[in-house]
């Protein structure tokens, strides 16, 4: 079984600061891949980055990067240059290695506000 | 644009009457899923169809059913909506290597 933990339940960065949001996992799988998707109050899900277990780099997709980190089993979100529509829920999630990538288990989020 | 497209967007429904939500997708993706979203939770996965092949989380109660009648489309029926069953219910489509993409959900209220 899968079990992510995001131990941040709202997070405040000023407009044009990166801001990190936390995230850590427990699996027994030693394959498996990590998501972060961002939810608008709208409710849908927007899919913003993806790490292999067995990736050697960090992935990185525009302003958004994400911080793995295999040994401490930490996955962390950084949003550089933050923006007032990065304001929204984002959630951290795992699946196991050999599962379809949206057979997901989600952490229970992190609610991000921008400040302008 | 929209390519995971769920309807309604609302649902209101009468305790105990059975209630069917919709999904369809433009994307040719093979794999269809539904997941449970309750207030200030994280999203829950009931089900998924991988092709024409249904599977079941262990913890999804029997009240819940899916149909996938082709690849595009996708329906979620609640026999038995009772009050617990308020949520956003997510739809979301994949490849099986491939991020998947989410609809914008239906909230569904129980009266």
């Known amino acids: 079984a899968q079990k992510i933990t995001q131990t941040q339940p709202g997070m405040f960065v000023q407009e044009k600061e990166a801001v990190t949001l936390d995230c850590t996992y427990d699996t027994s799988d030693p394959s498996y891949g990590l998501f972060w998707y961002k939810q608008p109050s709208s409710g849908e899900m927007i899919f913003l980055i993806y790490q292999g277990s067995y990736d050697q780099q960090n992935a990185t997709e525009g302003r958004y990067s994400l911080n793995f980190q295999k040994a401490r089993k930490s996955a962390n979100l950084v949003i550089s240059a933050s923006q007032l529509g990065d304001s929204a829920m984002y959630f951290c999630a795992m699946n196991a290695g050999g599962t379809s990538y949206g057979k997901l288990t989600f952490g229970q989020g992190t609610i991000l506000t921008v400040h302008p | 644009d929209a390519m995971v497209i769920q309807n309604p967007r609302y649902q209101v429904t009468q305790f105990g009457k059975p209630v069917t939500l919709s999904c369809s997708q433009t994307l040719n993706h093979n794999v269809m899923y539904w997941y449970q979203q309750k207030s200030s939770q994280a999203p829950k996965l009931l089900f998924h169809?991988?092709?024409?092949?249904?599977?079941n989380e262990a913890d999804t109660p029997d009240n819940f059913q899916s149909r996938r009648p082709n690849t595009s489309f996708c329906f979620l029926d609640i026999r038995s909506p009772g009050l617990g069953d308020a949520a956003m219910y997510l739809c979301?489509?994949?490849?099986?290597?491939?991020?998947?993409?989410f609809g914008q959900g239906t909230r569904l209220t129980v009266v």
């Open positions: 979301a489509t994949s490849r099986s290597s491939t991020e998947a993409f």
């Open positions: 169809y991988y092709d024409k092949d249904f599977n």
